[in-house]
Structure formats: structure tokens, C-alpha cells
């Protein structure tokens, strides 16, 4: 199953490892609960049906479509916080280190945003290349800081360049023309370098 411990934790430390079970045990919990209610309501809609009760199925599978959308929001909000615990306390190879970022999907994208500001952040590199998979484009303005925040690593700065070029969106692409008209020295244009290698060499 993907919420084994064992899939996030290859070289598992003590306390990594109870905050791994931890965060894998509530995405379990939430999950299972969801899917178990909207299994019975779809069955017993399917029932109604084959039971010719059709306005009885009818209010079953509208209120059903609207259990799904609605609690099913608040469920992805509520495994965001733990799906990030996952992202920062695993210890599994390079390739799959941004994997409970894609899981999460979008809503785990407010949480990274916060986090990427530190630049002391584990793993964040891959929390940028994250915000890319999930097309999280309300971060678009904390890509631009990167990519002009003359403090920030070469990488970090190449990875932000990315990223912008990514979400491709009218303040992006503004911001990306803008630093290209004042990349100067040799920097800015080896930022530039890198980031157009990264977007052309990017997992599609």
C-alpha cells in the first residue's frame, strides 16, 4: 500500500520514523473514511435504482456528488499538513522525493510556499520542482524573489527561472523577461543558462 512506512523510510531514523507513521497513519484514516462513505452511498444509490426508486436514487447520487466535492476539498486540506510531514521526513532516493508532493496535489501548495521561504529548508529544491508538478501558480511571486534575490544560490535562482517558465502566466512571463533585460554579468547569465537547461531537460 502507499501509506507504508517502508515506501518513504529506505534508511529510517527514530524520530523521522515515528513522525512518518504518524503522518501515513491520518492520510490512511482520512482517506479510508472518505472512500468507505462514498462506496456505501454509491451503492445504495445503484440499489434505489435497480429498485425503480428514482427520485429516491436521485436525491442519493446528488447528494453523494456533492459529499464527494465538497468533503472530499476538506479531506486534501486536512493531508496537505501531513502529506508535507512525509515530504520532510523521508529518506528514499532522488527520484522519488517529490512523490508526496504530487500525491498531495494542490492544496499542499500553500504549505510549501511558507516553507521555501527559509533557505535553510530541507529538501528544497524539491519542494520548488513540487510547485511546479502541482502547477501551484499563487507562487509565482516567491519564484520571482528567488530569481532576483542576488543572496540566493545559483540552483535556487536556476530552479526559480524554471519554475516561472512552468506556470507560464502573464506576471511569469514578465518577471523572466525582466531579469533577462538586466542579466549583466556573468550570474545572472549563467542563472539564465541554467534555468532555460533545466525547463528543456524538465520531467513532462
Not at 456505501?40 to 434505489?48: A, D, S
Not at 516553507?115 to 501558480?137: C, P, T
Request: hydrophobic share 40%; glycine share 6%.
Amino acid at each position: 500500500m502507499w501509506t507504508w512506512t517502508d515506501n518513504y523510510a529506505w534508511n529510517p531514523i527514530g524520530k523521522e520514523l515515528l513522525m512518518l507513521d504518524i503522518a501515513l497513519t491520518s492520510i490512511f484514516f482520512y482517506k479510508t473514511i472518505f472512500w468507505l462513505v462514498t462506496a456505501n452511498l454509491t451503492v445504495f444509490g445503484l440499489m434505489q435504482l435497480r429498485k425503480k426508486k428514482f427520485k429516491t436514487a436521485g436525491i442519493v447520487i446528488a447528494l453523494t456528488l456533492s459529499y464527494h466535492f465538497t468533503v472530499g476539498q476538506v479531506i486534501d486540506k486536512k493531508c496537505a499538513f501531513h502529506y508535507y510531514s512525509v515530504f520532510h521526513n523521508q529518506s528514499v532516493a532522488e527520484g522519488y522525493i517529490a512523490r508526496p508532493i504530487e500525491e498531495a496535489g494542490y492544496e499542499i501548495g500553500e504549505i510549501l510556499t511558507e516553507k521555501i521561504v527559509d533557505k535553510e529548508m530541507k529538501y528544497r529544491r524539491y519542494a520548488i520542482l513540487g510547485l511546479q508538478k502541482i502547477d501551484y501558480q499563487p507562487a509565482t511571486e516567491l519564484m520571482g524573489q528567488i530569481l532576483f534575490d542576488n543572496s540566493e544560490l545559483e540552483i535556487y535562482r536556476a530552479d526559480a527561472y524554471e519554475t516561472l517558465k512552468t506556470f507560464d502566466n502573464e506576471k511569469s512571463n514578465k518577471l523572466l523577461g525582466e531579469f533577462r533585460k538586466q542579466a549583466n554579468d556573468t550570474t545572472e547569465n549563467k542563472v539564465v543558462e541554467l534555468g532555460e537547461y533545466f525547463y528543456e531537460n524538465r520531467e513532462k
